[in-house]
């Protein structure tokens, strides 16, 4: 899976808006104002340890704030927060082994619900019975929506992140790549796990930060895709363990220059 052949025509996948007129900004701060006001009111009546965390979570990795160093970042500006969780090995001391794993974490369902609360009627719930609103959409919705669902390029976009992440922290100036990867899960797949890996040069890192410095030879990512099984169940949590930290990108596979391996 080639992330310029499976973006060039379907951008909108990615759904990662750049520019917007100055009154939809207007209408969609209010909108955000009131989203987290009502968040608020959830987090402090809420006695569910797992709501009172991603409420929280999500104030401290807001745009603005110092907590959030793993946003999508274009031409130099973060123009998308992904919802993953991160895991990375930090040393005894605490601080983050800049040359150990990035694993991230992404259940799909955080991805069809964000596209469907973008593309929601506003003030209009997705199930009214507001027969044409329901239409258009369903049909806004089926626009950005992977024919198969383990092809999402929004996975692309979570595993930039991770690399530009990556890149961040790297002292090594000598880094000519990284291998972000990303651990996904469905709740339409009862069967596995699904795990991404990716190969992203600091050429094209480069590329993403400085528009004008565009090199012809510049090769787009390389996605590798592996899929764990659930079963048997007993060994799964050692299997699981062991296939994340193992990497896909080894010398004696043949990497297409605009392919991937499944």
């Excluded at 160093?69 to 992904?82: D, E, K, L, S, W």
């Excluded at 990867?181 to 190969?199: I, P, T």
């Amino acid at each position: 899976m080639s992330v310029s052949e499976t973006t060039k025509h379907r951008r909108e996948l990615l759904h990662v808006p750049t520019q917007a007129p100055r009154q939809s900004i207007a209408i969609q701060a209010s909108a955000a104002v009131n989203q987290e006001t009502n968040d608020t009111g959830v987090l402090s009546r809420s006695a569910v340890p797992s709501v009172k965390f991603h409420i929280l979570s999500r104030f401290l990795q807001d745009n603005e704030s110092v907590f959030n160093q793993r946003g999508f970042c274009f031409a130099g500006q973060p123009i998308h927060q992904p919802h993953f969780t991160l895991f990375c090995h930090r040393t005894p001391t605490g601080t983050i082994k800049e040359d150990g794993p990035f694993l991230g974490y992404l259940d799909y369902l955080d991805v069809t619900g964000m596209r469907a609360r973008k593309l929601a009627p506003s003030g209009i719930p997705t199930h009214s019975q507001n027969a044409i609103g329901a239409r258009i959409f369903a049909k806004k919705l089926s626009r950005v929506t992977p024919e198969e669902w383990t092809e999402d390029p929004y996975f692309i976009c979570v595993l930039l992140s991770i690399a530009q992440l990556q890149r961040r922290l790297s002292t090594d100036r000598s880094t000519r790549a990284f291998s972000p990867r990303l651990l996904v899960v469905s709740r339409h797949d009862r069967e596995f796990v699904h795990l991404y890996e990716a190969q992203i040069t600091v050429e094209f890192l480069e590329m993403l930060d400085k528009l004008t410095a565009v090199p012809a030879s510049t090769n787009g990512p390389i996605i590798y895709q592996r899929n764990i099984p659930f079963r048997p169940f007993e060994t799964f949590p050692a299997r699981v363990r062991a296939e994340t930290l193992a990497s896909a990108i080894v010398d004696t596979i043949s990497i297409p220059e605009n392919g991937a391996v499944k």
